[in-house]
Nanobody, 123 residues
Framework: QGQLVESGGGSVEAGGSLRLSCAASGVSFSRFCLAWFRQAPGKERERVAR???????YYEDSVKDRFTISKDNAETILYLQMKSLKPEDSAVYYC?????????????????WGQGTQVTVSS
């Protein structure tokens, strides 16, 4: 049974930076696809970035060149470095994990989820 726990959220001004962490247990980073999602009030949960078991990373256009997803396989910690933050980045951020090389295409396809961490960016 996998468990994911996010941390690192907070309040920052526009243009600032934050680093989110997701500590995992029961999840082998060498065999799982990992991702960060976010959900703003009144909006659907959306994927932000994902990293495959082989280390290949992919980003949504809205965060490309501003966010960096990375992982520590040995410590089983997933990271999301966020810079040049904008007010529209404000949301609850979740990490997710699913076994296999291919990452699920839909939100409902992910097996494990964290409880979320709030990120608030003020203008």
């Amino acid at each position: 049974q996998g468990q994911l726990v996010e941390s690192g959220g907070g309040s920052v001004e526009a243009g600032g930076s934050l680093r989110l962490s997701c500590a995992a247990s029961g999840v082998s980073f060498s065999r799982f696809c990992l991702a960060w999602f976010r959900q703003a009030p009144g909006k659907e949960r959306e994927r932000v970035a994902r990293i495959r078991a082989d280390g290949m990373a992919y980003y949504e256009d809205s965060v490309k060149d501003r966010f960096t997803i990375s992982k520590d396989n040995a410590e089983t910690i997933l990271y999301l470095q966020m810079k040049s933050l904008k007010p529209e980045d404000s949301a609850v951020y979740y990490c997710a994990a699913d076994p296999g090389l291919a990452c699920p295409a839909y939100v409902s396809g992910w097996l494990y989820w964290g409880q979320g961490t709030q990120v608030t960016v003020s203008s």
